[in-house]
């Protein structure tokens, strides 16, 4: 399915699903700890329907940037605590401006984009290290990128919990490695739990969900449950 798409046709529902919080709230959780007693300056890339903005305290600031028009209008309708900002933007685009502007967070987030971060104007993909190293340039000396990348997995062995957070760990790492200029603090993996009955509800479930947890995956990317290992990263010149 086309990328913009996915917001219209119910295939991203289940992101806006309480069962989907856990690949929000352990993130927050560190990052509270690690910028506390300073509120959140959060920019979100890739953000959709800003569902991380409900983790957020009244003190925070959340900046959003998508290039879609739908996930950003079920932003826009959303009660929302902190202060609040939002740009249909592609997020190479974005980062570029702001790194002129010499704009900067505390928190960046990229959640669920890595490896889909898709240029409209060409439809390519945009190069995840150079995307990266780009985020790295908008934090504040002390702040921290925060990497969120879910994975689905079965009850099958080649493809369990485990196995798949390894896999998904060694597909982020060496982008890590490359950027030299940060280094990993934390590493979570978070299920999410019950979210597969939602899943199966969905209009249009999204095409890693394996409805039967006892078929075997056809591909590594399927599963009929959902993980999230998240990343936190900062600069080691600080
Ligand atoms: C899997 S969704 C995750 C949404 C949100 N971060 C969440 O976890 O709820 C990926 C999002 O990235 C957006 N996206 C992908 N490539 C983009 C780009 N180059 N510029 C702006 N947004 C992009 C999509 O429109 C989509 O909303």
Known sequence: MHDLDKYHTGYFDYLEQPENATRYTPAIDQLRRFHHPAPLRVLDLGCGAAVLAHYLDEDDTYT??????IGLARAHHRK?????RFHQDDTVRFLDEQINHSNTWNVVVVAGVLFHNIDTRTGNHHDD????ARCLDVLEPTGHLSI????????DERSDWFVQARWKH??????????GEAHLVAEITSRQLGLERRLAAQTTPPDWFVSDAATAPTSPYHGHYLATLTLIVELTQR
């Open 80 to 84: 929302l605590r902190p202060a609040v």
């Open 64 to 69: 959003g940037v998508d290039h879609d028009p």
């Open 170 to 179: 060694s597909t982020i790492a060496p982008l890590l490695d490359g950027l």
């Open 129 to 132: 290290l150079a995307f990266l």
């Open 148 to 155: 969120i990348a879910p994975f689905a997995y079965t009850d």
